[in-house]
């Protein structure tokens, strides 16, 4: 499963730009960042506490969306923070 997550990110990173929409770029750059990012700072020795690194990554994937959407009104825009921000809130959940 975690190959077509691979494959998938691929595909909608290039797609983005190939064909952008304002702000585009840049989520797609800062989401290939996170992507990349996460499994690196991941506390692999304990998997049943809360992640908190990659909780700071999502929040910082979080703010950087937050700020496009703020200059850019795209409907595509507003549906990647809805899912950024139940992302985040899915590790606040797990660590409450």
Excluded at 3 to 13: E, M, R, Y
Excluded at 15 to 32: I, K, M
């Amino acid at each position: 499963m975690q190959d077509v997550g691979h494959v998938l990110t691929a595909i909608v990173t290039v797609c983005v730009f190939l064909r952008p929409a304002p702000g585009a770029r840049t989520v797609a750059a800062a989401n290939l960042i996170a992507y990349v990012a996460s499994p690196l700072v991941e506390n692999r020795m304990d998997y049943a506490s809360p992640q908190w690194a990659i909780l700071g990554v999502d929040l910082l994937l979080l703010a950087l969306i937050t700020s496009v959407l703020l200059r850019e009104r795209d409907l595509w825009l507003q549906i990647t923070w809805g899912a950024m921000a139940l992302t985040t809130l899915l590790h606040i959940a797990k660590a409450l």
